[in-house]
């Protein structure tokens, strides 16, 4: 209600806006005339422009005209003539030539196997290589099982593509793990966890020493944080210090953008009497 209640107020502003500015431009004389009665003009423009945009009828048309081209559903309606990365979907035809291909080619994800076991390729996305507008033919890179009649595939721009990859990264799902601080490694530098990465990323991690306090062991306990800045060799990006009896903030990382691997590695300062597990869980995405 409050939305439709600013729309009628624009309206009505604009409305009234135009009226006068109209009016005004009557009693003068030469080119101001003109610019008043155009500004005039333009001002009930985008009052009815408002009014139609807003109506049902104006918002759906709206709508489907940003959409369009967007994606195309269809069932794979034969596979005459075809080779192994070849369909034919009747909906397809007329579309014209020439679509769905190019420098940034749609891409058509398998929605549903026909036979509605959910077996492959559902769920595959590749890129359309060709595209047959009097046949409805489509050419695509190969999936990992050959598409059949019944299918149902989705033609997608590849915006739409790129959007989806991006969304379902972002998602992150928390990794779990604990290490062990031993008699034999407790005064060592050791590794918690190493993670292998090629490419940008980012990262939480947490660690849990619980244990070290309810023994009040460890002395002081320090983590390590590494990336492979140069893709090679690690590199120390930042430390957390924990005294064993007088801290209470569990050491933990974040890393806004890191490149190439990561590595958490542990020190105490004294002997632990009993193997004391140390949790972690870290979140990293790429």
């Known amino acids: 209600m409050a939305n439709e209640n600013w729309i009628e107020r624009v309206k009505t502003l604009l409305g009234e806006l135009s009226t006068e500015v109209e009016s005004t431009s009557l009693g003068i004389g030469g080119g101001l005339n003109t610019h008043y009665a155009r500004a005039g003009e333009l001002l009930r423009y985008v009052s009815d422009g408002i009014d139609s945009a807003f109506t049902a009828s104006g918002l ?30 009747d909906a397809f035809k007329g579309i014209g030539d020439g679509a769905f291909v ?18 492959a390729p559902q769920g595959e996305t590749q890129n359309v290589t060709a595209f047959i507008s009097s046949s409805g033919k489509v050419t695509t890179a190969a999936f990992t099982v050959e598409v059949t009649g019944g299918d149902e ?28 601080i031993t008699t034999a490694n407790d005064k060592n530098e050791t590794d918690v966890v190493s993670l292998v990465r090629t490419g ?66 542990i020190q105490c300062s004294a002997d632990v009497t009993v193997t004391r597990a140390v949790p972690y869980v870290y979140i990293i995405q790429e």
């Not at 075809?82 to 979907?89: A, E, S, V, Y």
């Not at 989806?164 to 062990?180: E, F, Q, R």
Request: hydrophobic share 45%.
């Open 102 to 119: 190019g420098a940034a080619p749609y891409r058509c994800f398998i929605f549903r196997k026909g036979t509605g076991t959910g077996l």
């Open 200 to 265: 940008a990323w980012s990262l939480s991690i947490y660690l849990d020493l619980a244990a070290l306090i309810a023994a009040v062991e460890g002395g002081t306990v320090t983590v390590r944080y590494y990336s492979k800045i140069d893709g090679t060799n690690y590199a120390q990006i930042g430390k957390s210090v924990f005294v064993v009896g007088t801290d209470t903030v569990m050491p933990s990382c974040e890393v806004i953008k890191g490149y190439h691997g990561f590595k958490a590695t």
């Open 153 to 180: 595939v989705v033609l997608m721009h590849p915006r739409i593509a790129e959007l989806a990859s991006i969304l379902s990264k972002v998602t992150m799902t928390p990794t779990t793990g604990s290490h062990d």
């Open 60 to 89: 759906a048309a709206s709508l489907a005209a940003l959409i369009a081209g967007l994606s195309f559903k269809a069932t794979v309606t034969s596979k005459v003539g075809c080779g192994t990365n070849d369909f034919i979907c």
